[in-house]
């Protein structure tokens, strides 16, 4: 079996197990929440507002959860004023509590990483998958690095983070430096995604300063911008009625950083943080601001929402969101959108847009 063929294979792996933890009370592929957990598996430990964040030691890997991931979204700009939008994500899917000792293909657990670079109208996106336990992929606290492969994110002794990753017909090898202290989000670093439990530890980098340089069809642009850098870790992330999520990450022209999301179900939910500029962050109620669609997409996977109204009136805030003109599915099993996004009104700006449960 080539390389290729085990990687798509081992892909397929890893989300099916995402499945096979919980049991859902509707069809298996009927929400995300099937195949993301929407129970928690026997042995493994439960998020909640009781368990301390600590950083930089939670950047490291938390074997007593099921699932986790390590996410930087970016926004570049070539020396011509190319615009360039950046995604790099590792997951770890734990298939046993604790993450066994054991050697090579005796882990208990598994790696997914996906890289995309895109351009207005273009997008470009590859994946890789392993066990770990042959040292291929993995991740360590203390110096902070996580790798998959010659993928890594590998942190510097003057606290920046060097990024690599080289696919087939796309590429980067950057800088990145926090310019902001990392902030936690929902309640002392516990992000609920329903008012009937569940939820994730989560706190960001909101503020990266990025330069370096990225590789399109053999063209290589030496690139400068701004980027976000999400850590997360859960046992139990939707509930069973709850489709998926929309979620956006903002960086204003006047030094604030705002994220929110909506996780859509029965009940929608709704939360936010906002960043003032000089790196305090703040958890929002939902009656504090306003995530609304304006307008769809046709696109290949069925239509999409790819304008959006953005509120947070105490704070001056009123924003209308645009997602790059084109499609930015990262096809697979569960195809999600994530692709760069523009700001005007109150404020100018740029940032990222996630979407998840369309289309599939």
């Not at 209308?320 to 195809?335: F, I, K």
């Amino acid at each position: 079996m080539n390389r290729r063929r085990l990687r798509a294979g081992l892909t397929a792996l890893v989300l099916a197990l995402m499945a096979s933890g919980c049991e859902p009370r509707q069809a298996p592929d009927s929400t995300l929440a099937a195949w993301v957990g929407s129970d928690i598996a026997p042995g493994f430990s439960e998020a909640g507002p009781q368990v301390p964040v600590s950083v930089p030691q939670d950047l490291g890997s938390h074997p007593d959860y099921r699932l986790e991931w390590w996410y930087l979204t970016a926004n570049l700009q070539g020396p011509g004023g190319e615009p360039f939008g950046l995604q790099w994500t590792l997951f770890r899917l734990g298939l046993q509590p604790g993450g066994s000792p054991g050697t090579g293909w005796k882990q208990d657990e598994l790696w997914l990483a996906h890289a995309a670079l895109s351009r207005p109208g273009a997008h470009r996106f590859a994946a890789k998958a392993g066990r770990g336990g042959t040292g291929q992929a993995g991740v360590t606290t203390l110096p902070f690095a996580a790798w998959i492969d010659d993928w890594q994110l590998v942190a510097s002794a003057d606290d920046s983070l060097a990024l690599q990753a080289q696919a087939d017909g796309f590429g980067y090898r950057l800088q990145l430096k926090p310019t902001q202290p990392a902030v936690l989000h929902g309640e002392r670093g516990f992000s609920a995604k329903s008012a009937a439990g569940g939820g994730s530890m989560y706190f960001s980098y909101p503020a990266l300063a990025i330069q370096g340089e990225v590789e399109l069809d053999g063209q290589r642009f030496a690139v400068t911008g701004q980027g976000w850098f999400d850590r997360e870790w859960t046992s139990q992330l939707l509930q069973p009625d709850q489709q998926g999520w929309d979620w956006l990450a903002l960086h204003l022209d006047d030094g604030r950083h705002l994220m929110l999301f909506r996780i859509r179900g029965a009940e929608p939910f709704y939360a936010a943080t906002l960043v003032q500029a000089d790196g305090r962050g703040q958890s929002l109620q939902p009656a504090e601001f306003s995530l609304v669609p304006l307008e769809e997409r046709d696109s290949h996977l069925g239509r999409v929402p790819v304008r959006w109204q953005v509120a947070v009136p105490a704070q001056g805030i009123a924003l209308e969101v645009r997602s790059w003109p084109g499609e930015y599915w990262n096809p697979g099993r569960l195809s999600y959108w994530e692709g760069p996004v523009t700001v005007s009104g109150s404020h100018q700006g740029q940032g990222y847009l996630e979407m998840t449960g369309y289309g599939d």
